[in-house]
């Protein structure tokens, strides 16, 4: 603005009020305009704050997300591991079963063969006593309206006896004397006192043992272990 303008324009300000008036109301108006700007400028900067928390705020639903997925994986895996032990489980309980059945078919087996054994091994002894046509078998009576099997028996002469596989400690020995002196008492009752009693047992422990010998040399047994009826049979 030039010299002589601005002495014009400070002149029109001192003596025109309409000018004046007119100049102060631009002056505001442009003054709020500013303002007006300013605030603009904040809000686009608010805005902008805004739309950046909005993208955070997606970013962490995303997170969640994945990571709920994550999780659900993992409950899927877990569970897939329970069920799979729940199969191993099953499998070895089935497993189990069938090795008990197969020990106890098998322990049946071998009490039958060591019966057998055990009959063939009497079958000698009483010939070498002079019964050469004695027969020893397994014979089926009827007590007192219980049935009672003896596992070696021979009519004439009059045999029982009884043959065992194992036998473990002191309270299965007792068991098995008491056992075998109480198929005495059946037979007895309707062939007479027997002339030899028997009891044959393949493999007593240490223990057992002692406890055998002493009771059947106190009721009058012969006793007969294993060895002895392997040594006999491989002559």
């Known amino acids: 603005m030039s010299e002589k303008l601005r002495r014009e324009f400070i002149e029109l300000l001192e003596k025109d009020v309409e000018f004046r008036y007119t100049v102060a109301g631009f002056l505001g108006l442009s003054e709020i305009l500013k303002r007006l700007d300013r605030l603009e400028e904040g809000q686009n900067r608010l805005w902008e704050n805004q739309n950046r928390l909005w993208e955070e705020v997606r970013s962490l639903r995303e997170d969640q997300k994945r990571l709920l997925e994550g999780q ?41 063969a060591f019966e057998d054994h055990a009959a063939s091994f009497l079958e ?16 089926v009576l009827v007590y007192d309206g219980e049935i009672v099997e ?8 009059l045999v029982v006896g009884e043959a065992t596989v194992s036998v473990k400690g002191v309270e299965e020995a007792e068991v098995e004397i008491e056992k075998l002196l109480k198929r005495v008492r059946v037979v007895e009752e309707k062939y007479g006192k027997p002339e ?40």
């Open 72 to 112: 659900a994986k993992l409950w899927e895996e877990v569970k897939s591991l329970r069920e799979g032990q729940n199969r191993l489980w099953v499998t070895y309980e089935r497993m189990s079963k069938y090795m008990v059945s197969g020990f106890r078919d098998l322990k049946a087996s071998l009490g039958v």
């Open 124 to 139: 000698i002894m009483l010939e070498e006593m002079g019964y050469p046509e004695a027969t020893v078998e397994r014979k």
């Open 150 to 157: 003896v596992n070696l028996f021979c009519e004439k002469p």
């Open 196 to 235: 030899m009693i028997i009891l044959s047992v393949a493999r007593p422990t240490v223990e057992a043992a002692k406890v055998l010998k002493a009771l059947a040399e106190k009721h009058g047994i012969k006793l007969i272990l294993g060895k002895e009826i392997e040594e006999a049979l491989t002559i």
